[in-house]
């Protein structure tokens, strides 16, 4: 045999580093199978992805010996942040390169490090059990191995730690046949006060054999899935050219920069076989910030967004890696179904925006990433289900329901994974992905040791599911979280690269080709009753105020909408929030979601106050028969229609307000409406006035003035007339004392003899005088007939003075004695 040399490297007394903190949507991107100096610095967590008890497999390995002692498990620690490959092969060598720490207060003398190929897990519960196992157990975590898998350490001080690299041929492991083995690497040595040598520490790692190629491969599907939380808001502002939205908040624009969690999901998604699972809501919010597009800041200012290049180049790269794949569209925003189903579906209306959701889903994929996209697939939270959740999922046209294992559990009898597909009844089936498989991507895939560990699970469970009926295909699916972190999707790509290179047990298949597969008569087609939805799901629902809160919006803006002359430029807006407002994404942050729906009914409101009644002072109404006029003032910048104005009245006086009055306002503008009345008897009364729609239902607020109703009777109508009278009396009687100052000859002026005509001297100021009197008057021809009366003084004036304005003309004419 040959010799191998060690390779390691020693750091003594590096401290435990803390946890890390993180934030959704803005995790540091970490390579899968790198850093291999930061794993063994941190005590190892609860591990990722445990083990879920599913479909009860074939008898395995017998049960494992008691293991040692708590104090003996807890001596040291080791974990595994490196093995290539994942999956080896003839010929290839494994390399496993980790870290093992001393967490005693006491240094450990004559210490090792080595590799521990152990038995074959001949099942699925077989690799869970060597999974949960915490100690060394003789007899089944088999003999180190010489050479290179092995690496003198000698003392290692309390609190110390050592990185090693530990490598093997892998035809020098006691593999016989294709299967899943167990490979430990264990510290061995000597505590001190303690006589002997003992294994103070292990840790184990499943690594799947296939020289050869199965019988038949298993289909394997891979949901790889676009969704984000919801970002934009209902308001929009003016821009240049078009109405600019606005978002609750720069995150989006994190995800899809680069290195940010959506723009690596595309990265890592662009070049593996796996089914797009996308929320239409986010193209369109990404789709939004290729133009201009404003955010709120911390302090609830809107500032201009600045991401428009990265939303170009993300959805350019989303459009090439989805080119030729298969796209499932979810609804529009990603609905809870489940809340729906429980809370919802009480509440008048609720259900009614999933067939508009999904339809909406379905365009904005198509016009966004310009490809065919399939809405026939419904995926509640987490795949758990009852009967109304898959009625309420079924109820927008889906016939696949996604669910897991888990949840759709089966019985006792069954010893093999069944195939995915099942007929639950009414033409749905049910894609049951396994619950194993999809739940081991999460956790913590920031560290190395995680993360190889969920993808040496996972090749191992995948490869033991075809050992299970080697000569039987089955179809299986893997549901992951819906929304990874950047290092869970790093981990997620990591492992379908492994088994796309070496597992040829396995072969990708579409989600459609998944769901027309031959069900297994076996396998359970029973739903779960409703008593057996998980509680911890079950409290993290939306309640039912929230759909509520919904409906309030959705009849506000529908009497909104039937007064607008252009009512889509606020149905897009509000109607994508409305469905943003139920999103799966609101789940466990109620506070949150309360507040979106707040802001959203708070802007509605902020607009519908716009058309309003101007508040009108009291008024005084002179006679029975009157107008009132009521002012409508329109801030919004489109016109209003479809409104009437009504009144109504106190019955103390009688005052009749007639019929509705339509009303019209251009946007930007006020409008009077004038109402006629009549009233029975004088005095004073309230009278309101408010709008309403054409369906008869109110309209903003109401609004109350006093009018005051005084009638004029005959007895002050006849003093009037003789007041004016006396008036028209008097000036006539100034008028004619003018005229016959005018006409007294001047004693000093000499006698003309008559010429047989009359002529008017030219410069007569009395006469200009006397015809201005006359000509300031309104009854011009009135003013003639009063010079007219008065012609018994001069008893000779010519006829045709007389007449109109030409009366006053002779005033100052001479004639003979």
Known sequence: MDEYVAEA?????????????????RCAAVLVTAVPLLAGVFQPLPRAGAAVPSAPSAPSSPAAPAAPTA?????????????????PG???????????????????????VALRPGARLDTRSAIDRADSRAAYVPGVDGEEIGGRGTVEIGDLPAGSGFSFTLSVPADKLPFDEPGVYQLGVSLSGQMAGEAYERVLGIERTPLPWQPSAPGKATQLTFLWPLISSAHVTARTESGEQRRMPVFMDDDLGAEIAPGGRLQQMVALGKDLPVTWVVDPDLLASVEAMTNSYKVLNDDGEEVVGRGQNNARRWLHELRQAVEDEEVVALPFGDPDLASLAHRGKNVSGALSHLGPATDLGRMTVKTTLLTETSTDFAWPVEGAVDPSIVSVATSAGAHNVITRSDSMRES?????????????????????????LSKLFQGDMTRADNSVRAVQWFLAHTQSITAQQPDRQRSIVV??????????ARTMAAALDSLQLSGGWAEFVSLAEAAKAEPDPRASRTVPGQG???????????????FEEIRAIRNTLDDFKSILSDPTRVETPFSNALHRSMSTSWRGDREEAAEYRDSVHDYLKELTGGVRLVQKSEMKLSGRSATIPVTVQNNLIQDVENLELRLTSGRRIGLDVGEAQPVRVEGGHSQSVKVPTTAKANGRTWVEARLYTEDGDPWGEKMRFQVEVTEITSAVMLVISGGVLLVVLAGVRMYTQRKRAGDRPDPDAPLEPRAGGSGEPEGSAEAAEAAEAAGDTDEGSEGGSGGEAGSGQAG??????????????????KVDR
């Open 532 to 546: 057996s939805y998980p509680s911890s799901l079950r409290k993290r629902e939306m309640r039912t105020e929230a």
């Open 479 to 488: 549901a992951p979280q819906r929304m990874p972190t950047t290092s869970q």
């Open 90 to 112: 003839k010929g290839d060598t494994v390399t496993v390169s980790g870290r093992v720490s001393n967490r005693t207060s006491s240094d450990i003398t004559e210490a090792k």
């Open 71 to 87: 104090d003996e498990s807890r001596t040291a620690t080791i974990s595994i942040s490196g093995l290539t490959p994942s999956a």
């Open 412 to 436: 006792g009898a069954l010893n093999h994974t069944p195939t995915a597909a099942r007929p639950i009844g009414g033409g749905t089936t049910a894609i049951v992905a396994d619950a194993r």
């Open 9 to 25: 490297a020693e750091t003594p007394g590096t401290p435990t580093a803390p946890a890390r903190r993180r934030r959704l949507g």
């Open 796 to 813: 000779d004036l010519p006829e045709d003075t007389g007449t109109g304005r030409r009366g006053p003309s002779g005033v100052g004419e």
